[in-house]
C-alpha cells in the first residue's frame, strides 16, 4: 500500500497460458478478467508467445481500445540500462553494489533464525543461520558479505557466508545446499526463531577452503578488520 499499489496478482505459468499469443493476453486476461483500461509498457517490453516490438504491442493493445503508458529506459551515471536480468546477472557474480544501484536499494534476505552446528562460537564467531521465507529467491554467489542485519528492531553490521562451508563439511558439500550463515557484529542476543533480515553491501571475498579451523578464524578476523575499514569510509 505504501506504493500506492492496492492488488497485486500473479498468474501461473502453465502451458496453456505460455501458449497464449498478445492478442488473446492483452484480450482474455488484461481485459477479460482484470478489467484493465490502460498498460504500462516497458521500452524492451515482450508479451505473449508470437510477441513482437513494444511499438506493434502498443498497436494491438490500443486496438483492442487500451490506453497505452509508454516507458523509457532507466539507466546508471555512464548509460548502463537497468533490467531485470542485468541486476540477476550482477547477483550471480557477488556484484551486490551494482545490484543496489539498479534496484535503488540494497538486495536484501528475509528469513527466521535457525539452529545451526555452533560451530562459530568455537572460533570466536557465533553465526545466525538464516531459513529464508522465500526459498526460491535469488541468493547472491557463494562468498563472503558485509551485510546491514535488522533484528529485535534494531541495525547491526555483520558479515554473511553464503555457500557449502567446505572448510566444516570436508569439501564442496552438497551442490543443492546452500547456507546463509551471519555474524553479528557486538551483538550477543538469543535470536534462535526470530525474524531476520540480511541487506547485503558489498562482497568481501569469494568462498574458499582453508586447511583448519584456525585458518578460518584468522581469515574471519581479516574479513571483520576489512569490514570496520569500510564501514568507516
Excluded at 117 to 145: H, Q, S, V, W
Excluded at 184 to 210: A, M, P
Aim: aromatic share 8%; with cysteine; hydrophobic share 40%.
Amino acid at each position: 500500500m505504501g506504493l500506492g499499489v492496492d492488488q497485486v496478482e500473479i498468474m501461473p505459468f502453465t502451458r496453456e497460458f505460455s501458449r497464449l499469443s498478445t492478442e488473446e493476453y492483452l484480450r482474455d486476461i488484461v481485459i477479460g478478467r482484470f478489467g484493465a483500461d490502460a498498460i504500462l509498457l516497458g521500452y524492451d517490453n515482450r508479451m505473449g508467445f508470437d510477441s513482437g516490438t513494444p511499438d506493434q504491442i502498443a498497436s494491438i493493445a490500443e486496438g483492442l481500445g487500451l490506453e497505452v503508458i509508454r516507458m523509457d529506459a532507466v539507466s546508471l551515471e555512464g548509460g548502463r540500462t537497468v533490467s531485470s536480468t542485468k541486476i540477476r546477472t550482477a547477483l550471480a557474480e557477488g556484484d551486490v553494489e551494482l545490484a543496489a544501484q539498479m534496484l535503488g536499494r540494497r538486495y536484501n534476505l528475509f528469513g527466521v533464525t535457525v539452529a545451526g552446528n555452533r560451530l562459530g562460537r568455537t572460533i570466536g564467531f557465533p553465526t545466525a543461520n538464516m531459513k529464508l521465507y522465500e526459498p526460491l529467491k535469488l541468493l547472491p554467489a557463494d562468498g563472503c558479505y558485509l551485510v546491514e542485519v535488522e533484528t529485535l528492531g534494531g541495525r547491526y553490521y555483520g558479515m554473511t557466508n553464503i555457500g557449502h562451508r567446505p572448510t566444516v563439511s570436508g569439501g564442496i558439500g552438497d551442490a543443492c545446499h546452500r547456507t546463509v550463515e551471519t555474524n553479528i557484529f557486538d551483538f550477543n542476543e538469543d535470536i534462535y526463531g526470530l525474524d531476520l533480515t540480511v541487506s547485503f553491501i558489498s562482497q568481501i571475498r569469494e568462498e574458499k577452503h582453508f586447511p583448519s579451523l584456525d585458518a578460518l578464524r584468522r581469515q574471519l578476523e581479516s574479513d571483520r578488520d576489512w569490514c570496520i575499514a569500510k564501514i568507516k569510509e
